[in-house]
Structure formats: structure tokens, C-alpha cells
């Protein structure tokens, strides 16, 4: 069975950091796209980044980019968001997914993505301000 289990959130003042973790099984990431999504209280769902193992591919939303780091530990099949220089709107339910695609692209985290094959339960982050 696919599984994805996202861990590490929490509550974290703003400019603080927290790394997240999904830890996958029943499937390799060298076959596989894993991303991250959020979804905030009463916002859509948003792609935050996405990594393909294949080609060492990231991409990541704009909003994002230069605070968030994506990364990948196949020895423990698990993928990490790093998340730095966090503020209130980084608060969310964040969700690991899957995609039986080799390549990550630039659709994944651009608005609500619906390609993804498997979704993990989320973690909570709160930053406050």
C-alpha cells in the first residue's frame, strides 16, 4: 500500500523555523514526484514545492522561494520541507502528496494542483506573530 505520513508541524513565532518530514512507503521515490501543498483557513489548497528524485528536479511557489528548502533522503525514503524565515501567512494544514510521474514541474505548485495520485494526512502550522 502508498502511504505518505507528514510530521513536524507546530507552533513557531514568526521568523522562527521548522523542518517537516513525509515518510513514504509502498512505493520508490525515484518513481514518484513528492509535493508539499497548504491550505489555510478559508483559502484554497496551494502547491508550495515539489522534488523528483530522478533528476534532482525542485520547484517551489513564489511565495516561498528562498525561505523553503525541499529535499529528499531516499536511505529513509523520506522528504523534508525546511521552512525558514517563517510568518502568519505560512499558517496552515500542510499535506504531502504523491504523483506517478518522474518529473517534478512547474503546474504542481502553481494554484490547486490536482494531479496528485496520494495524499498523506496533514500537520498543523501555526506561526504567530
Known amino acids: 500500500d502508498v502511504q505518505l505520513q507528514a510530521s513536524g508541524g507546530g507552533l513557531v513565532q514568526a521568523g522562527g523555523s521548522l523542518r517537516l518530514s513525509c515518510e513514504v512507503s509502498g512505493f520508490s521515490l525515484d518513481d514518484y514526484v513528492i509535493a508539499w501543498f497548504r491550505q489555510a483557513p478559508g483559502k484554497e489548497r496551494e502547491g508550495v514545492s515539489c522534488i523528483s528524485r530522478s533528476n534532482g528536479g525542485t520547484y517551489y511557489a513564489d511565495s516561498v522561494k528562498g525561505r523553503f528548502t525541499i529535499s529528499s533522503d531516499n536511505a529513509k525514503n523520506t522528504v523534508f520541507l525546511q521552512m525558514n524565515s517563517l510568518n502568519a501567512e505560512d499558517t496552515a494544514v500542510y499535506y504531502c502528496?504523491?504523483?506517478?510521474?518522474?518529473?517534478?514541474?512547474?503546474?504542481?505548485?502553481?494554484?490547486?494542483?490536482?494531479?496528485?495520485?496520494?495524499w498523506g494526512k496533514g500537520t498543523l502550522v501555526t506561526v504567530s506573530s
Open positions: 502528496a504523491a504523483e506517478d510521474y518522474p518529473l517534478c514541474h512547474p503546474a504542481v505548485v502553481h494554484g490547486n494542483y490536482n494531479g496528485m495520485d496520494y
